[in-house]
């Protein structure tokens, strides 16, 4: 029997996989058989999320230029570098691409900072997938089945089987990986205790889910709707709930952004716990030195502390290594960019800072007497929480404090003069470069990373402002609360922004992701793993060895056939696709898992030929 491989999930991730095996099957596999299967009821490359059947009104929120499924020289693995184009440059060269609809410019060719749609990076994903095909050895045969897999059984000695949905023959294989995305999750108390009341009241409720996905039609042209959360899928809610309904933007005399509604919106009412959106992405170019990093968290740092008995403490041992060096690419770039703002030299400056103790009271005193402009210091915390302690006297009061808070961030992330920012974004990256060994660090740093990193384009919050100046959106404030009003049948919001004030409705939308959980997971394959011994972490994600993907028992032991990558694991990186240049870690991981598949491979085939020559 040939060799076999099995990858359930043929999206982003799964085709980053096959790409590095291609890389690397010279090397490893040389000229031999094999059949790699891929598993996925949706097209290979793009997957579910990045699907053509979609609205051409959700758009990516990285641009053009930042999006590649290509390693380079930058990425510290064995396998070799096999470079390609960026979304932007494939664009250009095939003549695909315009700047999507919903912008209040005229639609052009992509450029390299626009922002494309999903349907056009699926596009793009595809290519890559069929690129990647083509480029495999031609004893490698990839089979293409549009089922949904679930269940994975076998002995750890021996090939595996994986069942379909809907066939009944299982895929037999020596080795399995799973590279699933994001996957539906059972919902945890209250959410199913607000879900019953929903029900029985005939009202509307939409739990966590990905936004393309969700049944939008409960919600009501003119009614009230109690949205949670402000992150990305509360944008994309947005703008299906206006732009799709028949809304349209345009551009004032005096430039102010202006909705014209189409009168289908429902008016949303919206809060999470810090109260205010994702910080825009950063709308300019970098110029001059770049911070050198990693400086104070690297791979040493990183050993040490994962050497200690017993791991490290996230709180005590790695955030304030975390804070150091967010610290200082901030003011690496302050110095070195702006050094009018500044009252020592960078020199002397970077000497006192390398030897205080994070997070000490001798730090502070350097920065306060280094950075005269208390607006150009690093303040975490304050970044972290920008409402804590604010009271609004009114809810007018409220709306305007928001929208000049969304204002000034979007001033700030344009202009250059604050490029601080962007590199404590490029130490952000790094950091979490470093952190895929940690496990699970639980869902504050993610959470926090993706507030400061992974920000909608600057264009949605422009759009945003326009929807709240016309009463579409309204803003609710941070430390929301929601209760089910028993007596009324209504669900009841309020927030710590506006004591006293609370808002009525007959819908709420919890308006995030479900957080991934193997425990809890809706999909019958993870579910199935979990049951049959594989290990969790506390907050529910799958262990794997950090080392190449292999799932881990709960006895620590790593299984020889099987193997885990993407956000369901403990060792999730920051995205199937990243930045170039920046040693992405799932690139990183892609490369060390292929290696280990094709070794694995290779001897099984060698112990094969030599039993049939005896």
């Given at each position: 029997m040939r060799p076999s491989l099995v990858i359930v999930g043929a999206g982003p991730r799964g085709t980053g996989l096959l790409e590095r095996i291609a890389?690397?099957?010279?090397?490893?596999?040389?000229?031999?058989?094999?059949?790699?299967?891929?598993?996925?009821?949706?097209?290979?490359?793009?997957?579910?999320?990045?699907?053509?059947?979609?609205?051409?009104?959700?758009?990516?929120?990285?641009?053009?230029?930042?999006?590649?499924?290509?390693?380079?020289?930058?990425?510290?693995?064995?396998?070799?570098?096999?470079?390609?184009?960026?979304?932007?440059?494939?664009?250009?060269?095939?003549?695909?691409?315009?700047?999507?609809?919903?912008?209040?410019?005229?639609?052009?060719?992509?450029?390299?900072?626009?922002?494309?749609?999903?349907?056009?990076?699926?596009?793009?994903?595809?290519?890559?997938?069929?690129?990647?095909?083509?480029?495999?050895?031609?004893?490698?045969?990839?089979?293409?089945?549009?089922h949904r897999a679930v269940r994975v059984t076998g002995p750890r000695d021996g090939r595996q089987q994986v069942r379909l949905a809907g066939r009944p023959t299982p895929l037999v294989a020596d080795l399995v990986v799973l590279t699933l995305g994001h996957l539906g999750s059972e919902p945890p108390p209250e959410q199913r205790a607000l879900a019953s009341f929903a029900a029985t009241h005939g009202l509307t409720y939409l739990p966590p889910d990905f936004t393309a996905d969700s049944d939008l039609s409960g919600l009501r042209p003119g009614e009230p709707v109690l949205v949670r959360g402000m992150g990305l899928a509360f944008v994309d809610l947005t703008i299906l709930l206006t732009e799709g309904r028949g809304g349209r933007y345009l551009t004032r005399p005096d430039g102010q952004l202006a909705y014209l509604p189409s009168g289908e919106e429902p008016v949303l009412h919206v809060g999470s716990r810090r109260g205010v959106p994702y910080h825009s992405k950063i709308g300019y170019g970098w110029s001059g030195e770049r911070p050198p990093l990693p400086r104070f968290f690297g791979p040493a740092e990183a050993d040490e502390l994962l050497a200690r008995p017993g791991g490290p403490d996230f709180t005590r041992d790695v955030w304030p290594l975390i804070a150091k060096e967010l610290g200082f690419a901030h003011y690496h770039r302050l110095f070195t960019a702006h050094p009018e703002r500044t009252a020592v030299h960078w020199t002397d400056f970077e000497e006192k800072y390398a030897a205080a103790d994070p997070g000490s009271a001798a730090l502070h005193a350097l920065v306060a007497a280094s950075v005269p402009d208390p607006a150009d210091r690093l303040d975490l915390d304050t970044l972290d929480r920008p409402l804590t302690g604010v009271r609004f006297g009114s809810e007018a009061a409220l709306q305007d404090g928001l929208r000049a808070y969304i204002q000034a961030d979007l001033d700030r992330r344009h202009d250059p003069a604050h490029s601080p920012d962007q590199a404590v974004f490029l130490a952000l990256l790094s950091v979490y470069g470093q952190l895929a060994r940690f496990g699970d660090l639980g869902p504050w740093w993610h959470g926090f990373f993706s507030y400061l990193a992974s920000g909608p384009p600057g264009p949605r919050l422009r759009q945003l402002l326009a929807l709240s100046r016309a009463g579409v959106v309204k803003f609710l404030g941070a430390d929301v609360t929601v209760t089910a009003d028993e007596a009324a049948g209504l669900f009841r919001a309020g927030s710590a922004s506006l004591p006293g004030t609370e808002v009525t409705a007959r819908a709420l939308v919890e308006a995030r992701l479900p957080a991934p959980s193997v425990t809890h997971s809706r999909d019958a394959l993870l579910r199935g793993l979990y049951a049959d011994g594989a290990a969790a972490t506390p907050g529910g994600l799958l262990r794997v060895d950090a080392a190449d993907g292999r799932v881990l028992d709960r006895a620590g032991r790593a299984h020889p056939r099987r193997f885990a990558l993407g956000p369901h694991t403990d060792a999730r990186a920051s995205g199937a696709f990243t930045r170039p240049g920046t040693n992405a870690p799932s690139f990183r991981q892609n490369d060390a898992t292929a290696r280990t598949l094709l070794a694995f491979l290779a001897g099984r085939t060698t112990k094969d030929s030599?039993?049939?020559?005896q």
């Open positions: 890389a690397n099957a010279a090397e490893l596999y040389g000229d031999r058989p094999l059949d790699i299967h891929l598993v996925d009821p949706h097209p290979p490359g793009g997957g579910r999320i990045w699907r053509h059947d979609q609205s051409p009104l959700l758009w990516m929120n990285s641009t053009a230029e930042d999006v590649t499924m290509f390693t380079d020289e930058s990425v510290e693995m064995a396998g070799p570098v096999r470079t390609g184009p960026t979304l932007a440059a494939w664009a250009r060269q095939t003549g695909n691409g315009t700047v999507p609809p919903g912008t209040a410019e005229a639609a052009g060719a992509l450029g390299p900072r626009d922002f494309a749609d999903r349907r056009l990076q699926g596009d793009y994903l595809g290519w890559v997938y069929d690129r990647t095909v083509a480029a495999l050895p031609p004893l490698v045969t990839v089979h293409e089945h549009r030599h039993a049939a020559d």
